[in-house]
């Protein structure tokens, strides 16, 4: 099993940054990949960015260019860095794991652990 617990987020002008985070335990070394969705008001969970066990990346094309994930395993943790923010940003973010690869990590249905969600609003 694998726990994932996030912290930051909040409320942010345009232009400004901020960065998610998300601690993970239990079978942490295990996880082969990790990802960030997020659900704005009235629309479904979509996907932010992923991250591969080796390092590969992907980003939505909304965000690419103004957001960066990155793992530490060291300290257990999976980052969000968010730059640039827009009020389309807006939404509540999630950070999940899975211990397997799949062509789909681009889908929620994909991953089998999940972080709380935390509130990210962007004011114009």
């Known amino acids: 099993q694998v726990q994932l617990v996030q912290s930051g987020g909040g409320l942010v002008q345009a232009g400004g940054s901020l960065r998610l985070s998300c601690t993970t335990s239990?079978?942490?070394?295990?996880?082969?990949?990790m990802g960030w969705f997020r659900r704005a008001p009235g629309k479904e969970r979509a996907f932010v960015a992923a991250l591969i066990r080796g390092g590969s990346t992907d980003y939505a094309d909304s965000v690419k260019g103004r957001f960066t994930i990155s793992r530490d395993n060291a300290k257990n943790m999976l980052y969000l860095q968010m730059a640039s923010l827009k009020p389309e940003d807006t939404a509540v973010y999630y950070c999940?794991?899975?211990?397997?690869?799949?062509?789909?990590?681009?889908?929620?249905?994909?991953?089998?652990?999940w972080g709380q969600g935390t509130q990210v609003t962007v004011t114009s």
């Open positions: 239990g079978r942490t070394s295990s996880i082969y990949t």
């Open positions: 999940a794991a899975d211990l397997g690869y799949s062509r789909s990590y681009s889908s929620p249905q994909f991953y089998a652990y």
